[in-house]
């Protein structure tokens, strides 16, 4: 199972939302390079990017971020927040990004995520399946769709996307532990997903229930800038289960 540290950027700043609330904003970090050289030290080789300015405005904004990331350290990046054209995601590829990340698109401009996949490949294109109470949201976690968790991954699924990132909105940023049955229940419809768990990941103990159901990766925010878990014990955790 990856382990995968999550920077959110708003003006520049590396921050943590809970429950997507921008009111309820944490500054940790002013530089973003620092905290991501800092998981690269640790061991970690994925980073997910969000670009919540992005997600705001609808359009990609701090891509100058993604950039300098890319270009001074070695860690796979998935990117995401406002990416919603051609364009954003062309310059997303073009500041370095390993891999986007669409949630909103998905639900709003099917064809245009559904040509992303085919243009990119799915390796590529990870699908943000963002939800509360088990109906997807959208818009930066701003408004409710109609759309169910279950029947939207496996639509894009049988559209072929391959890789998706879930996160239990309830969850975010609570330190409460991850959705465990939420997870469980989409890799037992998939079991050939690359599934993402993503929200209210804790502790040591977290990853392993993740670890143990099939999660092929995890994000974790909150629980690393709170101290929750170190990066050493991250560092370990990776050393025992590769």
């Not at 909105?169 to 079991?191: A, C, V």
């Amino acid at each position: 199972m990856k382990i995968i540290p999550a920077i959110d950027i708003i003006a520049g700043q590396c921050v943590r939302l809970t429950q997507g609330d921008y009111t309820s904003k944490t500054i940790y970090y002013d530089k973003p390079l620092e905290v991501a050289k800092r998981f690269e030290d640790a061991g970690i080789s994925q980073l997910h990017l969000v670009d919540l300015d992005g997600a705001k405005a609808k359009h990609i904004v701090n891509y100058k971020i993604l950039e300098l990331l890319c270009s001074k350290t070695n860690l796979k990046i998935d990117f995401g927040g406002g990416l919603k054209s051609n364009d954003d995601v062309r310059i997303a590829f073009d500041c370095g990004a390993s891999q986007i990340t669409g949630g909103s698109i998905a639900v709003k401009n099917p064809i245009v995520f559904e040509y992303w996949i085919k243009n990119y490949g799915s390796e590529k294109i990870i699908l943000g399946a963002d939800c509360l109470n088990e109906n997807i949201a959208i818009q930066g976690w701003q408004q409710n769709s109609s759309l169910k968790v279950h029947p939207f991954i496996d639509d894009y699924y049988t559209k072929g996307v391959q890789t998706v990132i879930c996160t239990d909105i309830s969850r975010d940023g609570m330190l409460k532990g991850p959705s465990i049955s939420l997870y469980t229940s989409i890799l037992n419809q998939n079991p050939a997903l690359d599934l993402i768990a993503s929200g209210g990941v804790s502790s040591l103990g977290d990853l392993k229930e993740l670890n143990k159901i099939g999660c092929n990766g995890v994000i974790i925010g909150k629980a690393i800038y709170e101290g929750r878990i170190s990066l050493k014990a991250l560092e370990q955790f990776q050393l025992n289960n590769q």
